[in-house]
T-cell receptor, first 114, second 113 residues
Framework: GAGVSQSPSNKVTEKGKDVELRCDPI?????LYWYRQSLGQGLEFLIY????????KSGLPSDRFSAERTGGSVSTLTIQRTQQEDSAVYLC????????????FGPGTRLTVT | KQEVTQIPAALSVPEGENLVLNCSFT??????LQWFRQDPGKGLTSLLL?????REQTSGRLNASLDKSSGRSTLYIAASQPGDSATYLC????????????FGSGTRLSIRP
């Protein structure tokens, strides 16, 4: 595709439910990143994928958060048993070695936990 | 600890002025530094990427410089326009943790017509 896409654009869920957020990176980009941006805050790194593997999961805030990437392309971020503090905008970015790892961001998914 | 700081948090200037946004970072062994703009409710748009070996990059009215020894980067915006109003973020990738990028908290820029 022309850019990074994310779905859904908005998600409202009840506390305790599980949610899945999807990221479709730019075709051919081997690296994929998930970030979280809380209201009025900066970007918080969550996880990085190189291909299908995730060498750096250090940013995941708790074991309720997990992510996977299949076929070196689409990635899913799953939040189990959502809490109100999970409310934020979740941003995905992709990059590739031949572009000096310049990051391109998707529009984000705004998650609201009620 | 690797950190990225942007000061000021907010800046308001009249249209037409030239301005400089600052980004400072600890640990000079950076791989690259990237400047972004973020419009309200939107994702991030890449403005400029500076590699470790470079001193500056230019795109239109924007010029970004890098001084690793002092741990600083500046984003210069010439002849500012109301459409430049946005939050500007810098992000740093280090060699020691090349998979992890740390963002500054941003400078919210407002250009008054």
């Amino acid at each position: 595709g022309a850019g990074v896409s994310q779905s859904p654009s908005n998600k409202v869920t009840e506390k305790g439910k599980d949610v899945e957020l999807r990221c479709d990176p730019i075709s051919g980009h081997t690296a994929l990143y998930w970030y979280r941006q809380s209201l009025g805050q900066g970007l918080e790194f969550l996880i990085y994928f190189q291909g299908n593997s995730a060498p750096d999961k250090s940013g995941l805030p708790s074991d309720r958060f997990s992510a996977e990437r299949t076929g070196g392309s689409v990635s899913t971020l799953t939040i189990q048993r959502t809490q109100q503090e999970d409310s934020a905008v979740y941003l995905c970015a992709s990059s590739s070695y031949d572009r000096d790892y310049e990051q391109y961001f998707g529009p984000g998914t705004r998650l609201t936990v009620t | 600890k690797q950190e990225v700081t942007q000061i000021p948090a907010a800046l308001s200037v009249p249209e037409g002025e030239n301005l400089v946004l600052n980004c400072s970072f600890t640990d000079s062994a950076i791989y690259n530094l990237q400047w972004f703009r973020q419009d309200p409710g939107k994702g991030l748009t890449s403005l400029l990427l500076i590699q470790s070996s470079q001193r500056e990059q230019t795109s239109g009215r924007l010029n970004a410089s890098l001084d690793k020894s002092s741990g600083r980067s500046t984003l210069y915006i010439a002849a500012s326009q109301p459409g430049d109003s946005a939050t500007y973020l810098c992000a740093v990738r280090w060699y020691s943790s090349a998979s992890k990028i740390i963002f500054g908290s941003g400078t919210r820029l407002s250009i008054r017509p």
